[in-house]
């Protein structure tokens, strides 16, 4: 998982073309891309996706992105899509483990009604669209077996925060947003899960995305939330690791593996390993072989 692509949900020409983005997931979008009254049209055209689509070789995987549990909308969403068997819903305005455990039951009631496998449905929480919710990211660790990972966000987040800006002159995000943005890393890598960056708003500047991407991809995170088509070519690129990248990965796991399994520390290429490079390096490959290589 390294790209995901907002779609909405009430578009069936934009959810059709989706398909072929290249993205490792869709995000079909029930929520701030589709307007009030255009809500049941935009569940019905979602599941309807779903259901033709879940059958096609080589899709990316399908999330829904439901409105918040605190919106009065939720149920609705999930009593729409669920029966069409998405691979995932996307929680927006988490405040902590606690909303994912509560969409956990909720999911798990419509798998069983619906005839699904149980536990099948996965999560992706939005874990900083709220100034409460920075203070719940140490929460997420055992919250749901569903889990797979967690984003954040800086535009709902500036919205509660009253801020008016996000970004300083230099176009870097300012304190209250990287602070989110750090939590989000943290609070997914303590859960077990993916920590994935979020959007670029800007999606004309594609240059300033790869460089948001690739700086994401050194700090830790996996993914990135994507927002037009013409964006995914480049997160993908910043998220999939290179060759040398592969080929130091592995020679690091074999200077580990000649040392013996009581191996503490080795030597590679004159510099002393030990524990923490060895599990990046498991890490980086099996971010590689997800993303299909090798």
Aim: contains cysteine; aromatic residues 4%; charged residues 20%.
């Amino acid at each position: 998982m390294r790209s995901l692509l907002f779609v909405p949900g009430d578009s069936p020409r934009k959810l059709d073309k989706a398909v072929d983005s290249g993205a490792d997931v869709l995000l079909l979008d029930l929520e701030d891309s589709v307007a009030a009254d255009a809500k049941p049209a935009a569940r019905e055209a979602t599941a309807a996706f779903l259901r033709r689509t879940r059958s096609v070789p080589g899709r990316p995987r399908l999330y829904v992105r439901i409105n918040a549990l605190g919106s009065g909308l939720a149920d609705a969403d999930l009593d729409a899509v669920m029966a069409a068997g998405p691979d995932g819903i996307l929680l927006p305005k988490a405040v902590g483990g606690r909303d994912v455990t509560h969409l956990d039951a909720k999911i798990a009631v419509r798998e069983a009604v619906d005839g699904l496998p149980d536990g099948g449905t996965e999560i992706i929480a939005i874990a900083t669209e709220t100034a409460a919710s920075l203070f719940a990211m140490g929460s997420f660790q055992g919250a749901s077996r569903r889990l797979r990972g967690l984003t954040w966000g800086a535009e709902d987040l500036s919205a509660d925060l009253g801020a008016i800006r996000q970004r300083d002159a230099d176009g870097g995000f300012t304190d209250a947003f990287r602070l989110a943005r750090t939590l989000c890393l943290a609070g997914a890598v303590a859960a077990g899960v993916a920590p994935i960056d979020s959007i670029h708003a800007a999606f004309r500047d594609l240059d300033g995305l790869a460089a948001e991407a690739e700086a994401a991809a050194l700090d830790g995170f996996t993914a990135k939330l994507a927002i037009h088509p013409a964006q995914v070519p480049v997160i993908n690129a910043a998220f999939t690791p290179t060759a040398a990248a592969l080929g130091r990965a592995q020679a690091v796991l074999e200077a580990f593996a000649a040392a013996g399994p009581g191996a503490g520390v080795v030597s590679l290429d004159g510099a002393m390993l030990d524990q923490p490079h060895r599990l990046q390096a498991e890490r980086l490959i099996a971010r590689a072989r997800a993303a299909g290589l090798g």
